[in-house]
Nanobody, 125 residues
Framework: QVQLVESGGGLVQAGGSLRLSCAASGRTFSSYAMGWFRQAPGKEREFVAA????????YYDDSAQGRFTISRDNAKNTVYLQMNNLKPEDTAVYYCAARFPGTEVRGMAEEYDYWGQGTQVSVSS
């Protein structure tokens, strides 16, 4: 069982930056691949970025490539999403998720086993 708690969301102007954090409970965090997803009002949940257990493999949606960076610190049981050059279309609730095994990065929500409660990111124009 893994419990996930996101933090770091907020309101930022277009072009600004935010860093989201996702703290995981449990001693087996390093066994899981981690992902970030987002859901805007009236839209389906969509993939943003993923990272494998070691941090050696990452995967991004085209919308995040070049602007967002996913990373993890297994000693702190935490995964991060650094978001730069934010745009109004990035406005959404951001969720972190964990999947086992952690060897591969995946972009489909149904492939993840555990989810956090989400953190709101709002980008004003």
């Amino acid at each position: 069982q893994v419990q996930l708690v996101e933090s770091g969301g907020g309101l930022v102007q277009a072009g600004g930056s935010l860093r989201l954090s996702c703290a995981a409970s449990g001693r087996t965090f390093s066994s899981y691949a981690m992902g970030w997803f987002r859901q805007a009002p009236g839209k389906e949940r969509e993939f943003v970025a993923a990272i494998n257990w070691s941090g050696g493999s990452t995967y991004y949606d085209d919308s995040a490539q070049g602007r967002f960076t996913i990373s993890r610190d297994n000693a702190k049981n935490t995964v991060y999403l650094q978001m730069n050059n934010l745009k109004p279309e990035d406005t959404a609730v951001y969720y972190c998720a964990a999947r086992f095994p952690g060897t591969e990065v995946r972009g489909m929500a149904e492939e993840y086993d555990y989810w956090g409660q989400g953190t709101q990111v709002s980008v004003s124009s």
